[in-house]
């Protein structure tokens, strides 16, 4: 047998639960501090946090981080991206908040990467493209509200603009010509990237075997134990790469292969600290996680360890839906124990439960009140502007 195929530690999913748990850091009230710099330390310790537009409570960016910082402020990440430039926008898996000390493993799809979206981008004009960057070389950052002398076009997309300055400021976002040097709720600011990191030159991009070391580190600190799959989420093409990477660390015995309970032929790794320091069950632990936390974003993975399908219902038609338009998965210690759909009435300054579900097979009268007040909190948060 050879030491990449060496035999697996088995771990029940109570155990692979607290791990990832732990490491994603939910399983302690307040485990990055409560001030400003917490919205930094959580970031690089996540990796990213991911950014959408739906609204119907506060959007998920916030979300995800109020859930890990319970003093969150709104102004604290406008704080890290716009003042202190310690996060930045861009692709991982979806539009996400990034550390910028890890901006140079991005560099490389900034030059290459923005190819694979080519059908979205084979409209742009190379005039409309150099109107965009000299308007703000000249003037400065810019919003597209700002550009008001474009020919208007008509969409060819739901999510398209008629203005084709829109499309231009994109490509150069995904070129890193641009960066988004500030955001008010979806609306974004665009300035050249050098000049909002005060650079002469840009770092060089990070040879594409230290983005796999730095992909897969990333997973092994944000996720505890980790698959091909969820190391690699929504990026297959650098799975072949990334198994070679996984193997030649168990044959140095950096990782150590787990038998995840319930995983099948799916193979999971963890680094052996890691397992000898399990933490214990958690407790006294509430939280309403968004559909969109790294935690519940990967289904398949959340449904392997937490017995838990989750359903992002929002884009299915009503009568087929089971949770709601927009339910949050419930933890409760180590359990999800119910999807609760909710939405925020900010004109009358109140947070409506739509719909409640339990699932799982914890006791609903032990959780109730404790997620009543969970709710009330989450409530505050949503109405304190």
Known sequence: MSAASRKPVALGKPAARRLWLNAQRLDTQVPFGDGPEA???????????????????????????????????????????????????YWT?????????????????????????????SGVKEADLRRVL????????????????DVLVEKDHAWASRKPSKRALQLAFF???????RRAGMLKTYELTNRHFGWDRPPRPAPEREVLDY???????????????????????????????????????????IAVEGAGKVEHWARPESLEAAPEPAGGIVRLLSPFDPLVIQRKRLHLFFDYEHRFEAYVPKEKRV????????????????????????????????QWTWVGNGAPRLHKQRIEQALHRFERFQLDR
């Open 39 to 89: 919205t930094r330390a959580a970031i690089e310790h996540l990796g990213y946090v991911q950014i959408d537009t739906i609204n119907v409570i506060e959007r998920c960016h916030h979300h995800i981080l109020h859930t890990r910082i319970p003093a969150y402020r709104r102004d604290h990440l406008h704080r890290a991206q716009s003042v202190d430039k310690s996060v930045f926008e």
């Open 93 to 121: 898996h979806a539009l996400s908040y990034v550390p910028t000390r890890d901006i140079h493993f991005f560099r490389g799809a900034m030059k290459n990467g923005w190819h694979r979206r080519s059908t979205w981008f």
């Open 175 to 181: 070129r890193g010509e641009l960066t988004v040097s």
């Open 134 to 149: 000299r308007l703000i070389r000249r003037n400065g950052a810019l919003t597209i509200r700002d550009i008001d002398d």
């Open 215 to 257: 992909l897969l580190d990333r997973a092994l600190r944000a996720q505890g134990i980790v698959s091909l799959d969820s190391v690699c989420h929504l990026d297959a093409p650098r799975k072949p790469a990334m198994r070679r990477l996984i193997e030649a660390r168990v044959r140095r015995k950096e990782l150590m292969p």
């Open 323 to 354: 949770f709601g338009y927009f339910a949050l998965p419930v933890l409760v210690d180590d359990a999800i124990v119910a999807a609760i759909d909710i939405k925020t009435d900010r004109e009358k300054g109140r947070l409506l439960v739509q």
